[in-house]
């Protein structure tokens, strides 16, 4: 059982301890527990009840309950909570904008047990007359129930990622013990790496259809059902949607191309190329004298036009990547040190350089830095690369673009920094207008490098605030301000749509991990699948720079 799991199920108690109002002290104690032990820098599981023990802030009583989880995968308390508590109201602890004290109000002044009948009493203005709610707080909560019922059935690609490989594995199994060398390929949305996923597509191709779809139901991970239209519909167990067509072999690249692209994109290939029989993918393409053109771009955009004039892009790759760009240790709210993250860039990953960009001062939440801790961790990069060279961790920050747009420090201490990253973290309820002009006034500090994740959202959670694309994307052209597309699965921000406006402008693309634990680096993998989306090379990826290029670049934006 990973940390998280074991932090998320402590967190849970708590909350439901306050919601039934038990006693404040031990609230706070498993709450503290639970934030603890997801920043440990270690795994919890394997470990001994008296090893558990002597991690700081645990105790006897919650390390009893951490031994009970991961013995016996649930905590006594907690079970006995959950049953004096409708499943409703457990849901509505995963709603943001009310904690157990909203929700203690809503379950027994309202009567309200589960999230339909809070949306109905939304629509009935129920809530703003209850004690600590208002139009404002009501107007909020109805937002972000219709977000996840919008949300219902949908995942994100990294979630669905980890399915589709077990599933691709499964099906290639016993298909090689039912068939003569079977085809089969993933297609659809994943295929073409969609941040969001609602279905997974997979094309069979045997040789004989028929009878492969009589012995379908010997397959046991998913049982599938036979549509008017001879695909077949199954469901993983977390309700991801699964869909197989069965194809001959001599078929089935032919139908690999139709289910992959967007419906414009097949269907202007398809007028150029005929139809027949196809031995490749690529086949396809040729006959149609268009250039191959990868999964990720057949969105029906721009790709056809540049695949007749032999002008797509060669798109960037994880290999492309020389080093990684905004990323937090245990000086903000990282997990592991400078040393532990430029360590694991190095020698794991084969990196050249890290770029560090702890939290700034007014990120108190995060233990943003003062001017006194930036200039010790300063010091303390300039003694690591003494020690790690040639390996170079660049002075960067996470500088919070503050309210009226200004950055978190005065020149004096942004000139110390190698590089700036400058974000927005708070008071994100903002219309076009204010945001746009918000991020703007950013962008023409002169010490901003790179502009953070620039709306603010989380997918499946949170929209971000609106801006204005064009508008903030030409101040970053006019300033030399690089965007990041930030690689954390819940983000991938800037979007990819954007990604094509912001290259024929000139301006640089950064694939950042916002990684704030060794294991957070990985991320870059989403990340440049994205980047692919939006048509990113690798030219013009500032972390694809070299060592010698990159540092040339700080120093010349520095002068």
Request: hydrophobic letters at 40%; proline letters at 3%.
């Amino acid at each position: 059982m990973e940390n998280k799991t074991i932090s998320r199920t402590l967190r849970l108690l708590s909350q439901l301890m306050e919601l039934h109002q038990g006693n404040a002290f031990k609230i706070k104690s498993v709450a503290n527990a639970a934030f603890k032990i997801d920043k440990l820098p270690f795994p919890i599981s394997g470990k001994s009840l008296e090893e558990i023990e002597k991690i700081e802030g645990l105790g006897k009583s919650i390390s009893a309950k951490v031994c009970e989880l991961l013995t016996v995968g649930t905590i006594t308390d907690l079970q006995q909570i959950l049953k004096e508590t409708p499943e409703g109201i457990v849901e509505m602890l995963g709603i943001k904008g009310i904690g157990p004290k909203k929700i203690v109000v809503i379950w027994k002044d309202l009567g309200i047990e589960n999230v339909g009948e809070l949306y109905y009493a939304c629509n009935e203005n129920r809530l703003i007359e209850a004690k600590g709610f208002g139009l404002k707080t009501q107007e909020e909560i109805k937002k972000v129930i219709e977000f996840k019922m919008a949300a219902a059935g949908k995942f994100l690609y990294a979630r669905a990622e980890h399915l589709v490989t077990e599933l691709h594995t499964d099906l290639s199994l016993w298909l090689n013990n039912a068939e003569n060398t079977p085809l089969i390929e993933i297609t659809g949305a994943f295929r073409r790496c969609c941040e969001i996923i609602e279905e997974i597509e997979f094309v069979i191709g045997t040789d004989n259809p028929e009878i492969t779809a009589e012995t379908l139901y010997l397959f046991k991970t998913i049982e599938f059902k036979k549509q008017p239209d001879n695909s077949f519909i199954g469901e993983t167990a977390f309700g991801l949607k699964v869909i197989l067509s069965l194809e001959s072999k001599t078929n089935f690249y032919l139908q690999w191309f139709i289910s992959t692209g967007n419906p414009d994109h097949v269907k202007n290939v398809l007028a150029l190329a005929g139809s027949g029989s196809f031995i490749t993918e690529a086949a396809i393409y040729e006959k149609a004298n268009l250039a191959f053109v990868e999964p990720e771009l057949r969105e029906g955009t721009n790709e056809i036009k540049l695949a007749k004039e032999n002008k797509l892009p060669i798109l960037v790759t994880t290999k492309d990547l020389k080093g990684t760009l905004h990323n937090h240790s245990t000086w903000s709210d990282g997990v592991h040190t400078l040393e532990q993250m430029a360590s694991f860039c190095k020698n794991e990953l084969g990196l050249t350089y890290l770029g560090i960009c702890d939290h700034s001062k007014s990120a108190f939440y995060a233990n943003g830095l003062n001017e006194q801790r930036v200039y010790a961790q300063q010091q303390e990069i300039d003694a690591l690369n003494l020690k790690i060279a040639p390996f170079i961790i660049f002075k960067g920050i996470e500088s919070d673009i503050l309210n009226d747009g200004s950055l978190d420090y005065p020149e004096e201490i942004l000139k110390s920094f190698d590089f700036v990253v400058a974000s927005i973290h708070s008071n994100l309820r903002m219309d076009e207008e204010k945001a746009t002009a918000r991020l703007i006034k950013a962008i023409e500090n002169p010490y901003t490098t790179i502009l953070g994740h620039p709306t603010g959202r989380l997918l499946l959670s949170r929209k971000g605030y609106p801006i204005d694309y064009a508008k903030v994307i030409d101040a970053c052209a006019a300033n030399q301000v690089v965007i990041e597309i930030n690689a954390n699965p819940l983000r991938l921000d800037l979007d990819w749509r954007w990604h094509n406006y912001a290259l024929e402008k000139g301006v640089l693309l950064a694939i950042n991990p916002d990684a704030h634990r060794m294991e957070g680096f990985y991320d870059m993998h989403y990340g440049t699948l994205v980047a692919r989306k939006g048509g990113l090379t690798a030219s013009q990826c500032l972390n694809a720079f070299s060592l010698t290029d990159i540092t040339g670049y700080f120093n010349k934006k520095n002068r």
